[in-house]
């Protein structure tokens, strides 16, 4: 099932990024989205046709920031807390270290969903980009 492009309007930034947080495209709320496994990115979204880094260099660029953001966001509060609490130091660390390799493996997928929906808040589709999603629709079905 498609999704009209030259009619649909712009989703609020919330539902844009809850849409991200789910692994669906944050344009049209498609479930197939960008992503056809955990970890492989297509280059359109599979309902809507939109691309993904549509048309400018270093897009990856803030998804990776999300990640990096996220991530030592995680230690940062654990570490708190486990001063808080009193934790001893190497619980503390070995928690920090498998946080540190772990949050960015589960959350990579979630950090270019939520950054799909800030750059499609901060830039929305233009007409370009929306015939170049349609062709890419039609050529698919």
């Known amino acids: ?3 009209p492009l030259h009619d649909h309007t712009r989703p609020a930034l919330p539902r844009m990024i809850i849409r991200g947080l789910f692994r669906r495209c944050a344009w049209c709320g498609g479930k197939g ?3 056809s496994s955990w970890y ?3 280059a359109q979204c599979q309902t809507c046709g939109i691309n993904w ?3 400018y260099e270093g897009y990856e660029l803030g998804a990776a920031t999300m990640g990096v953001f996220m991530t030592f966001g995680s230690i940062i509060g654990w570490m708190v807390i486990s001063v808080i609490f009193g934790v001893a130091l190497v619980p503390l660390l070995v928690v920090a270290g498998v946080m540190a ?3 960015p493996i589960i959350s990579y997928p ?3 969903g939520v950054w ?3 750059d499609l808040f901060l830039r929305p589709p233009s007409p370009e980009d ?3 999603a349609e062709e890419w629709l039609k050529v698919k079905s």
């Open 130 to 132: 929306i015939a170049q």
């Open 1 to 3: 099932m498609t999704h």
């Open 33 to 35: 989205s960008f992503f």
């Open 101 to 103: 390799i772990g949050i």
């Open 110 to 112: 979630l950090t270019y």
């Open 53 to 55: 880094e549509r048309g």
């Open 40 to 42: 492989k990115k297509e």
């Open 116 to 118: 799909q929906g800030v």
